[in-house]
């Protein structure tokens, strides 16, 4: 079955331990892309990734990490989450990366982080 | 600063009448428009889009309305059914951009 896999579904976490959430997908895309999602602000993209070690700076990107060393492979890392990094996270994967956004997304069940 | 607006939280329409949900937008550069549904504890699946060298864009019950002069579409359902009960969140991106913007969401009951 193709899918988008995120883990873990939920996280519960202090104040500077740092984290990674992972994100893994099945259908061979190109780009991936992480998001976050908070009442009122909808959600806000913060890194994608147009290919295996290529990434770059969504709206958001302050306080986290990522990386791309395979294609199937698009971890979030927060080196020093911080209360204000308490949300819905999102990972996406599309087909190809020359027609960039336009794609169709394919989106993962989400990791909700809460950070003490 | 937020570039793509969903100015209604929520919506209730009754079963078998027509949902209109809106979007407006502030960038200019938009020409590529998308329209995802999300179910709680789901993530966003595609819905439709629609390209600025149209106007509208239509797939079954869905149809999606690009006013580019107004920066406003509107995605509308008919018949609403009550598995059409979801946030709605509208995206916009431009040729060339690899980022897309999201909406804030409209969250849409159907009353059977």
């Known amino acids: 079955e193709a899918q988008v896999t995120q883990n873990p579904r939920y996280l519960i976490t202090v104040t500077g331990k740092k984290l990674t959430v992972t994100c893994s997908q099945n259908?061979?895309?190109?780009?991936m892309s992480w998001y976050r999602q908070d009442p009122g602000l909808g959600l806000r993209q913060i890194y994608y990734s147009m290919n295996v070690e290529v990434t770059d700076k969504g709206d958001v990107p302050e306080g986290y990490k990522v990386s791309r060393k395979e294609k199937r492979n698009f971890p979030l890392i927060l080196e020093s989450p911080s209360p204000n990094q308490t949300s819905l996270y999102f990972c996406?994967?599309?087909?190809?990366?020359?027609?960039?956004?336009?794609?169709?997304?394919?989106f993962g069940a989400g990791t909700r982080l809460s950070v003490l | 600063d937020q570039q793509v607006k969903q100015n209604s939280p929520s919506l209730s329409v009754q079963e078998g009448r027509i949902s209109i949900l809106n979007c407006d937008y502030t960038?200019?550069?938009?020409?590529?428009f998308l329209w995802y549904k999300k179910y709680p504890a789901e993530g966003p699946t595609f819905l439709i889009s629609?390209?600025?060298?149209?106007d509208k864009n239509e797939d079954g019950r869905f149809t999606v309305f690009l006013n580019k002069s107004a920066k406003h579409l509107s995605l509308h359902i008919v018949p609403s059914q009550p598995g059409d009960s979801a946030v709605y969140f509208c995206a916009a991106t431009q040729t060339g951009a690899n980022n897309l913007f999201f909406g804030t969401g409209t969250r849409l009951t159907v009353i059977p």
């Open positions: 996406a994967s599309s087909l190809s990366g020359y027609r960039g956004a336009k794609n169709i997304q394919y």
């Open positions: 259908m061979n895309h190109e780009y």
């Open positions: 629609i390209s600025s060298i149209k």
């Open positions: 960038n200019s550069m938009f020409d590529y």
